[in-house]
């Protein structure tokens, strides 16, 4: 008679930040079976348990990692550091990185890494949320936008030269929006100059740290943003690379952290 093999069974990953939720489920071989993210516009309980019963089978899921932004109400097996978890996600898919940029809604941070992929250190930004998502987020219902996928698609448009938008204060932000709407800028070249000025923001707060020749992982949902990508790489002289799940790298890390854990 012949013995039934066990399936080994998955681990779910879950980050919920303060403007999107991102989900992972990895097999015991480490390999992304399942995956999904979404904004929450601050349903965060009912968003997430949507997204859980339209894509989790729970029955198949060992156990579950969190980020430490992930709200407390949903129960985790355990909670990592979302650097940590990004970290680990970047490393495990581009083990020869040099560098980290990671852009979220409320932080963004660079970290460098040595030849063998040892960190090093790094920068983040202050409590402010100027040059985040959200911020780009606020500006974008201020110029009547839905939201920010719709003011980058807007700014790849824009083959003029774009308004001078500061990025480092929302008050600031919204004179320089109302100036340039009167001195006669059109809406994509606004949106530009918006992408212009959060990719400026970044550049000087985060790269003042050395960052070893070689690819630099831009992770984050910001990462999505073609003209900030296309501005960051301008200002630094550095190219970057776009994260395939870049966007889902805190629950994804989270994931892949429980699973070493537990092997």
Known sequence: ???????????????????????VVIDSRLQVITDEYRFHYGE????LTEM??????????????????????????KRYN???????????????????LH????KFSLAAFDEYGHYLTSRTNTACAAGTGSFLDQQAGRLGLEHTEQLSEMAETSTTQC?????RCAVFA?????HAQQEGYQLNEISEGLCRGLAKNIVDTLFT????PGDIIFSGGVSRNNSVVRHIESLTGRQLQVAARGHLFGAYGAALCLTEELE
């Not at 008679?1 to 779910?12: A, T």
């Open 103 to 106: 852009v979220g809604a409320e």
């Open 174 to 178: 919204k004179t320089d929006l109302i």
């Open 163 to 167: 308004p001078k938008i500061a990025s």
């Open 52 to 77: 859980i019963a339209q894509h989790v089978n729970l029955k198949e899921i060992s156990a579950i990692a969190a980020t430490e932004s992930t709200p407390s109400f949903f129960t985790a097996t």
């Open 209 to 212: 740290i050395t960052v070893r």
């Open 44 to 47: 965060v309980r009912e968003t």
């Open 1 to 23: 008679m012949k013995r039934k093999v066990r399936k080994k069974k998955s681990i779910l990953g879950i980050d919920a930040g303060s403007v999107s939720i991102s989900l």
């Open 82 to 100: 979302n650097e940590v978890a990004t970290i680990a996600a970047a490393k495990h898919d581009y083990p020869q990185l040099s560098g980290l």
